[in-house]
C-alpha cells in the first residue's frame, strides 16, 4: 500500500532555498512516476515537477524551471524538489504525487511560504 510523506516545507525569505522530501513507506518497490504538484487557495493543484524511477525523465512547469531540480533515492523510496530562488509566488501547499499502473497517490501536504 503507497504511503507518501512529506517533510522539508517551512517559511523562507525570497531568494532562498528549501528541500523538500517525500518518502513512500508503504511499497516495497519504488513508483514509477513521483513527484510534485502545489496549490494555492481558490486555485487547481498544478503540476511542479515529476520524475520516472531513473531519473532521466523529468518534467517542469516553466515558471519552476532553472531554479527547482527534482531527484529521486530508489534505495530510499524517496523523491526530492530542490527549491532555490524562491520568490513568494512560490508560496503555497506542496503536495508529493506518486503514480503507479494508472493509480494515482497523494501525500498531506507540506506548506511553504516565501515572505517578501
Do not use: H
Not at 59 to 81: C, E, Q
Amino acid at each position: 500500500q503507497v504511503q507518501l510523506v512529506e517533510s522539508g516545507g517551512g517559511v523562507v525569505q525570497a531568494g532562498g532555498s528549501l528541500r523538500l522530501s517525500c518518502v513512500d513507506s508503504g511499497s516495497r518497490s519504488s513508483i514509477n512516476i513521483m513527484g510534485w504538484y502545489r496549490q494555492t487557495p481558490g486555485n487547481q493543484r498544478e503540476l511542479v515537477a515529476t520524475s520516472d524511477r531513473s531519473g532521466e525523465k523529468t518534467d517542469y512547469a516553466d515558471s519552476v524551471k532553472g531554479r527547482f531540480t527534482i531527484s529521486r533515492d530508489i534505495a530510499k523510496n524517496t523523491v526530492y524538489l530542490q527549491m532555490n530562488s524562491l520568490k513568494p509566488v512560490d508560496t503555497a501547499v506542496y503536495y508529493c504525487y506518486g503514480r503507479n499502473w494508472g493509480n494515482e497517490y497523494w501525500g498531506q501536504g507540506t506548506q511553504v511560504t516565501v515572505s517578501s
